[in-house]
């Protein structure tokens, strides 16, 4: 499609839309520790924190920037010439800055105008521009705003020097279609770098980042594992590699440490990750069923659509009461145990009982003793005859 930008840049939010998240905290030293693992994965620009709060998380935010990372250091803002004070004072050379340009918004929760909503913005940018930050204007709450008052909030931004918008999709209300829609409009009718900021609340945040890009957006916002407020935001392993093999656009971001990454920040987040997470989950790569395993014993491309190692993960063949007698005989040359054919298919009824008696896979030991069961009642079998 010819509106894909020709670059692609990464802007994860763990540290400030992840954090916002009910019920997470992050220590000052985890902030330090994932903003230098996501610059060592190759992350373009990290949304650190919010600099107004103070104490702690200001600290935390000029540790950050004390560390010297490749990656451009963005802190977040209202609308305010004093919250951009205070990135200034962290020493960050970016600001998003951020206000609602909805109606909805506007009326209801800061019962202004939209006059006011505008003043407010070029003020604040024009303030951060003189003191030579990086400036990405939020329009929050974009996918609920009057498309023409989006036009003319992007073009206010513009000539008041901001390098890009963030269209924020705050409440997550939309579909990849539509959001293709909004930010072809934007992108025809306004010529600023477009960020795509995108929440999950319908299961759709990964597919409306993409959506976006797709429509000419060159930003993409994400966090680990999705993290982020109510059901989160756009995953940073499932962007970087969706547009990897399903888009064919690379970002050159080091993914064999995804695994690694969502680990620690599923850890200092206190959320769990669930097998079946995309890209990172344990499942991902896990194989029980007759046929699939044999296909993936067969070759891998059968039905897996990149190697493991490339999100820091292992294939594993699981036995359990979908198994069948390619994945057993393969599980037992890992033991170091050859069988044939015709042993596996006398194994694999008492595999399977033994699976739904326990409703589960089995372990390795389990499937040994199986086997050694099996060799003892042969053996009495002879002897008894
Ligand atoms: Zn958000």
Redesign the pocket.
Known sequence: MSNIAKKIYLVD?TLR?GE?TAGVVFANDEKVRIAKFLDEIGVHQLEVGIPAMGGDEKEAIKAIVKAGLKASIMAWNRAVINDVQESIDCGVDAVAISISTSDIHIKHKLQKSREWVIESMVQATEYAKKHGLYVSVNAEDASRTDPEFLIEFAKAAKSAGADRLRF?D?VGILDPFKTFDKIKFLKDNVDIDVEM?T?NDFGMATANAIAGIMAGANYV?VTVNGL??RAG?AALEEVVMALKYVEGIDLNIDTRRFREISEYVAMASGRQLPSWKAIVGSNMFAHESGIHADGTIKDPRTYEVFDPSEVGLERQIVIGKHSGTAAIRKKFTEYGIDIDEATARELLPRVRAAAVSLKRSLFDKELVYIYEDYLREKEEGKKAQ
Do not use: A, R, V
Request: hydrophobic share 0%; proline share 0%.
């Open positions: 939010t839309d916002q924020c705050t900021h929440h916002g982020g407020e935001n």
